[in-house]
């Protein structure tokens, strides 16, 4: 069992920057994947990117890509979501997600999502 917990949204301008902070408790992570997701009204999840927290390799939507950055500390079980140049169109509510093994689609815990939003 993992317990995730999102900080650090709210609302910026179109060129700024957010960090979004995931905060994990419960079984340790090491063979887990870790990753962020957004939502937008009206739309599906999209996932934005994701690392096996026992590596450092990280993998981006095209639509990120260049602009927002994945890392972790693992001393204090954090990831982070670094979001550069923002955009209108990266408004949503941005959830973490913890994926255990056998790894699939489905990921098996969430956190509660944090708005953020990025004015033009």
């Known amino acids: 069992q993992v317990e995730l917990e999102e900080s650090g949204g709210g609302l910026v301008q179109a060129g700024g920057s957010l960090r979004l902070s995931c905060g994990a408790w419960?079984?340790?992570?090491?063979?887990?994947?870790l990753g962020w997701f957004r939502q937008a009204p009206g739309n599906d999840r999209e996932w934005v990117g994701s690392?096996?927290?026992?590596?450092?390799?990280?993998t981006y939507a095209d639509s990120v890509k260049g602009r927002f950055t994945i890392s972790k500390d693992n001393a204090k079980n954090t990831l982070y979501l670094q979001m550069n140049s923002l955009k209108p169109e990266d408004t949503a509510v941005y959830y973490c997600a913890a994926d255990k093994p056998p790894m699939s689609s489905a990921w098996d815990y969430w956190g509660q999502g944090t708005q953020v939003t990025v004015s033009a």
């Open positions: 690392l096996m927290w026992s590596g450092s390799a990280t």
């Open positions: 419960g079984e340790t992570l090491f063979r887990y994947r």
